[in-house]
């Protein structure tokens, strides 16, 4: 099946500095890319949807000039963290569908787990 | 707007012992419905996609079902590597969203 991976697989940072988050389509074009965010022992919140070559379409209350995604290729799309503060530490994980397997079936990334100190 | 409610929040089985996984929804025009499973610190892996009331779909000693209010994923005699947290979400008419439940915590014990 389609894989899609993500880097770093953990990052710890300072208070006030920024994350970048890859994650990319292996062995597939990825048109859309999906940005979820994961709180212990809570549901997966989609943060933002990004197609490439366009802006990405955030969620209500999610803010976009603090949560940065850039879909410049068909296989890549980053997630920069802006000014990380010790609430934005979560699960991050990417989803991407895949247009030759319909467009029904999600395939997500192995997520990033970002903690802010 | 969307809901999804998965019970119980936990489950513990003897290792052979059967039981189901519970998936209530509210959507407003049901595009599909998705079972995932997670490990802990991984992404979810895709189990199954339903798409209309009565539909049934298996994989190995997993069998999901579909109503027009809720979804079961019945598990029979599973087996330790079964332990994970299965996931449900629903997808609605006109967008690619997926709206995920809180997820079901299930351990099999040897």
């Known amino acids: 099946g389609a894989v899609v991976s993500q880097h770093p697989s953990w990052v710890i940072c300072k208070s006030g500095t920024s994350v970048k988050i890859e994650c990319r389509s292996l062995?597939?074009?990825?048109?859309?890319m999906f940005w979820y965010r994961q709180f212990p022992k809570q549901s997966l919140m989609l943060m933002a949807t990004?197609?490439?070559?366009?802006?990405?379409?955030?969620e209500q209350g999610v803010e976009k000039d603090k949560f940065l995604i850039n879909h410049a290729s068909l296989t890549l799309s980053t997630l920069t963290v802006t000014s990380a503060h010790p609430e934005d530490s979560s699960f991050y994980i990417c989803?991407?569908?895949?247009?030759?397997?319909?467009?029904?079936?999600?395939?997500f990334g192995p997520g990033t787990r970002l903690t802010v100190l | 707007e969307d809901q999804v409610t998965q019970s119980p929040e936990a489950l513990r089985l003897q290792e052979g012992e059967s039981s189901s996984l519970n998936c209530s929804y509210t959507?407003?025009?049901?595009?599909?419905l998705f079972w995932y499973r997670q490990d802990p610190g991984k992404g979810p892996e895709f189990l199954f996609t339903?798409?209309?009331a009565g539909e049934e779909k298996e994989k190995e000693r997993l069998k999901a079902t579909l109503t027009k209010k809720e979804s079961f994923l019945h598990i029979t005699a599973p087996k330790p590597e079964d332990s994970a947290t299965y996931l449900c979400?629903?997808?609605?008419?006109?967008?690619?969203?997926?709206?995920f439940g809180t997820g079901t915590r299930l351990t099999i014990i040897p």
């Open positions: 989803s991407t569908t895949w247009e030759g397997r319909g467009r029904d079936e999600q395939f």
């Open positions: 062995d597939f074009q990825a048109t859309t």
């Open positions: 990004s197609n490439e070559g366009s802006k990405a379409t955030y």
């Open positions: 959507v407003s025009g049901l595009r599909g």
């Open positions: 339903l798409y209309s």
């Open positions: 979400a629903v997808q609605g008419d006109g967008n690619e969203k997926l709206t």
